[in-house]
């Protein structure tokens, strides 16, 4: 089966820029995830989707980052404006239901704000 | 709050030999056990599981140990293998309706 997909794999932008991440879940999976992984730590969730229903955000800052999951398959997660602090690696994942099934995680988005 | 902590960043071993990561954890309401592993410019991969009421779980050279008393989670890998060489993160969950939460990681190196 075809992985989880993410583009685009690096991006460098000036701070106050928008920038938007994509991603592409393994088919049939329910549930979509979006990670934040800093250097050195752990991936620490953003938002979690169950279909096209944002059912975990609370750890999201509303503020500058919004998600959406039209049609409960692609999702995208934008930051707008981006600060110096959001440099970091942006991770998809997907599962088939909840934590009750093992995440399947893309390669992630390297994002660089300058 | 690290609810998840894995205490040592890094573990070098020799090929042949055994690996062992070690987590822990403080609260006492998690009731899965997982370790996924990256390689560099990966993303995370399931490794193995644990069930809160189990003890030891074993897939191939992969075996995972619970202390609940302890609040002690361990990986041992056997015999490690170049391959191995990543970085492993242990995570856990509640059912009711909590979120998966990662350690900061630990890098294995296996030399040759």
């Known amino acids: 089966e075809a992985g989880v997909v993410q583009s685009p794999r690096y991006k460098i932008i000036e701070k106050k820029q928008p920038v938007a991440f994509w991603c592409n879940p393994i088919?049939?999976?329910?549930?979509l995830y979006w990670y934040l992984q800093n250097l050195g730590q752990g991936p620490e969730l953003l938002i979690r989707?169950?279909?096209?229903?944002?059912?975990?955000d609370s750890q999201l800052p509303k503020d500058r980052f919004s998600a959406e999951r039209l049609k409960g398959v692609d999702s995208t997660l934008k930051i707008q404006p981006a600060e110096l602090g959001d440099s970091a690696v942006y991770l998809c994942?997907?599962?088939?239901?909840?934590?009750?099934?093992?995440?399947?995680f893309g390669n992630g988005t390297r994002l660089t704000v300058t | 709050d690290q609810q998840v902590k894995q205490n040592s960043p890094s573990l070098s071993v020799q090929e042949g030999r055994i690996s062992i990561l070690n987590c822990d954890y403080t609260?006492?309401?998690?009731?899965?056990f997982l370790w996924y592993k990256k390689y560099p410019a990966e993303g995370p991969t399931f490794l193995i599981s644990i069930s809160s009421i189990k003890d030891k779980n074993e897939d191939g050279r992969f075996t995972v140990f619970l202390n609940k008393s302890a609040k002690h989670l361990s990986l041992h890998i056997v015999p490690s293998q170049p391959g191995d060489s990543a970085v492993y993160f242990c995570?856990?969950?509640?059912?009711?309706?909590?979120?998966?939460?990662f350690g900061e990681g630990t890098q294995l190196t296996v030399n040759p």
């Open positions: 609260n006492s309401m998690f009731d899965y």
């Open positions: 088919s049939g999976h329910n549930t």
């Open positions: 995570a856990a969950y509640r059912n009711s309706g909590s979120r998966l939460t």
């Open positions: 989707y169950e279909n096209e229903e944002a059912v975990d």
């Open positions: 994942a997907s599962s088939l239901e909840g934590y009750n099934s093992p995440l399947h």
